[in-house]
């Protein structure tokens, strides 16, 4: 079992910054790969970026690459995304998910937090 709890959401303007975090506990969450995904009002849930249980590959989706970065520390159980050049349709719930494999397909994760908003305003 793994609990995700994710903090870090709020109101930027455009072209600001803002970091998530993502605490997990549980003892195998080094063993996971750690997903971050998206969803806005309306639309499907999307994956942003991922990264593999050691850390060593990371993957995003076109709209966030150059802008966003995906980190993780295993010895704090924590997993990070860095966010910059934020843009208005950046705005969503932002969640973590935990995976046995490298997926960008939400079914297949098993764990989810529940969530924070990042609303980016003009």
């Known amino acids: 079992q793994v609990q995700l709890v994710e903090s870090g959401g709020g109101l930027v303007q455009v072209g600001g910054s803002l970091r998530l975090s993502c605490a997990a506990s549980?003892?195998?969450?080094?063993?996971?790969?750690m997903g971050w995904f998206r969803q806005a009002p309306g639309l499907e849930r999307e994956y942003v970026a991922i990264i593999s249980w050691a850390g060593g590959n990371t993957y995003y989706r076109d709209s966030v690459k150059g802008r966003f970065t995906v980190s993780r520390d295993n010895d704090k159980n924590m997993v990070y995304l860095q966010m910059n050049s934020l843009k208005l349709e950046d705005t969503a719930i932002y969640y973590c998910?935990?995976?046995?494999?490298?997926?960008?397909?939400?079914?297949?994760?098993?764990?989810w937090g529940q969530g924070t908003q990042v609303t980016v305003s003009s």
């Open positions: 549980g003892r195998s969450f080094s063993s996971y790969s």
């Open positions: 998910a935990a995976a046995s494999a490298i997926t960008s397909t939400p079914e297949e994760y098993d764990y």
